[in-house]
């Protein structure tokens, strides 16, 4: 299957040169359809970057040539031989995905809760490379927290049904303490050293990131995804391995908006300032607000915009 580029093909042909001279076209080989390569191997060496082959059309002249684009695959989540849930996600740092998403929706308390976590290694390649089980320790598995339900999770939705703050108030999360600041100045920085950071997205121009900022803006661990809910929950799984957990004067910042799967995902890990590229919604600042979490938006070109607990961005005089 060919992939347009800049803009559809057969749309390019009828409306852009109108029974005129027809834009030139520069021969090359033919490419395959749409597979996966080699550039980026992030996370156990799963590959998040995809060849196909493109016609982009550009200052009169229409040129064949290949293109990389973000993976999108399913990964699915096993509790044990039970199917917990499956997520849209680019391959990479699956294992933090499943950590962190066991985590945030409240199966485990803790990294110490999971007895093994892995790759399935049986069935076809595929299957292997897209399934992880988990087997949680005694004490967590016989716990009320485990979930009856099936997750279903598209790549830009987050999981399907966890759309309501009462959810989040029956699993006792506490509110954030008020302790950490930081300067404007240095907020205003992070997104271009998130930025920089981004390897898969200078490839394809297609994923979402999470980057976590120390108190002094030093970046401690991005992650990408084609789901920013995704890039968020391997951020969050990445600090239960390391036991960094709760991140406290820490800083989130994601690309994109700041949905209220975003903003839960962080408060569950006890993140007290969250900032996005865009806008948040009304749900996450309802969130944020109840939950004493700083909720930032439009954080770009040295503006950004306070939602909630505007005390922790604080001016030096």
């Known amino acids: 299957m060919r992939t347009q580029h800049v803009c559809a093909l057969h749309d390019c042909h009828r409306n852009h040169y109108h029974g005129g001279v027809p834009p030139k076209r520069k021969s090359s080989t033919a490419l395959p359809p749409a597979r996966a390569t080699k550039p980026e191997r992030p996370g156990g060496g799963l590959t998040s970057i995809g060849l196909t082959s ?88 016989s716990g009320a927290s485990t979930p009856r339900r099936y997750f279903a999770a598209s790549s830009s939705c987050g999981v399907c049904g966890k759309s309501s703050i009462d959810s989040i108030r029956r699993r006792g999360i506490r509110k954030l303490k008020d302790e950490f600041a930081i300067s404007p100045a240095l907020l205003c920085l992070l997104p271009d050293r998130m930025r920089t950071a981004q390897t898969v997205f200078s490839h394809t121009g297609g994923l979402h990131a999470a980057a976590v900022f120390n108190a002094q803006g030093e970046l401690l661990v991005l992650r990408e995804d084609i789901g920013r809910h995704n890039a968020v929950d391997k951020i969050i799984g990445w600090a239960l391995q390391q036991d960094e957990v709760p991140l406290r004067d820490h800083i989130l910042v994601v690309s994109g908006r700041g949905g209220f799967e975003i903003v839960q995902k962080a408060v569950t890990a006890g993140i007290p300032i969250i900032a996005s590229i865009s806008a948040p919604s009304t749900l996450a600042v309802q969130l944020a607000r109840e939950f004493g979490a700083t909720l930032i938006g439009f954080l770009r070109g040295g503006r950004f915009v306070l939602y909630s607990r505007p005390e922790r961005i604080a001016a030096k005089p």
Do not use: C, W, Y
């Not at 290949?66 to 391959?91: F, N, Y």
């Open 54 to 141: 493109v016609d982009e059309f550009r200052d009169g002249t229409l040129t064949h040539r290949s293109d990389e684009l973000a993976v999108e695959e399913p990964l699915q989540i096993m509790l044990g031989r039970r199917p917990l849930a499956v997520t849209m996600r680019t391959p990479g740092h699956d294992l933090e995905l499943a950590a962190g998403f066991l985590f945030t929706e409240g199966v485990i308390a803790s990294f110490g809760e999971i007895a093994s976590l892995a790759h399935t290694t049986t069935g076809p390649a595929s299957q292997r490379r897209n399934t992880v089980r988990v087997r949680l320790a005694k004490s967590a598995a």
